[in-house]
């Protein structure tokens, strides 16, 4: 074998070896504001384990909301980002590789549609990451990355609430930690629990929405 030849091959393999770490990068670049599904199919075509979201949310209002969820090919659903004011910091949310329940997913899941839910909101979607590592203990650590997300959430809820002057405080449930579809099935719905009595955790609950002006004005 020639070393051009060799060569060409190790270039392949490198190239090859680099895109399956880093994973494929799908460009989106589409606008929504109202409830939409997008079929994947024409934009990828490949399996993963995998899938991170980048874009931009826009709150127009206290009873905003986003939701962008993943199916697959058995019908599973995952979300892969939330935004509405009481566990937002700003009315713009800006979505770095987001990916709540769909960084650690099974090996070679079969992506299908986004799925976004939206109430008086934009959600501006650039890019997407698909990458398909075999990962044995995917469950466990799809379980730590929804804590730190829920995690991040409280903290955020508690200091909007503190904000506000309202009486109660948000804890990290058991209830918030399962899947969100199962959520939204029990309410039969995904666009709701944006005031937070999934999180209550002590003290005289009310509403977050209409309660003040909205958190960013």
Not at 41 to 64: P, Q, R, W, Y
Not at 122 to 147: E, G, H, P
Not at 166 to 187: C, G, P, T
Request: with cysteine; net charge negative; proline share 1%.
């Amino acid at each position: 074998m020639s070393t051009k030849i060799l060569k060409a091959i190790m270039l392949c393999f490198f190239i090859f070896s680099v895109q399956f770490i880093s994973g494929q990068i799908v460009t989106i670049n589409k606008q929504y504001n109202s409830d939409t599904v997008l079929s994947l199919s024409k934009i990828f075509t490949g399996k993963c384990s995998s899938a991170e979201l980048n874009g931009t949310i826009v709150l127009h209002s206290d009873t905003s909301l986003v939701r962008i969820m993943l199916t697959d090919s058995y019908g599973n659903k995952w979300m892969i980002a939330e935004a509405y004011p009481l566990i937002c910091s700003d009315s713009v949310v800006t979505l770095v590789n987001a990916c709540e329940e769909t960084k650690f997913l099974a090996y070679k899941s079969v992506p299908v549609n986004l799925e976004f839910y939206i109430t008086d909101a934009t959600c501006s979607v650039s890019t997407m990451i698909f990458s398909n590592l075999l990962y044995t203990d995917y469950q466990v650590r799809a379980k730590d990355n929804k804590l730190k997300a829920e995690n991040a959430k409280v903290t955020i809820m508690n200091a909007n609430l503190e904000d506000r002057g309202l009486l109660w405080r948000a804890v990290l449930s058991d209830e918030v930690l399962i899947n969100y579809s199962i959520r939204a099935s029990l309410e039969n719905s995904y666009k709701g629990n944006i005031n937070g009595y999934w999180y209550y955790g002590g003290g005289y609950y009310c509403d977050y929405t209409g309660y003040s002006d909205f958190v960013n004005d």
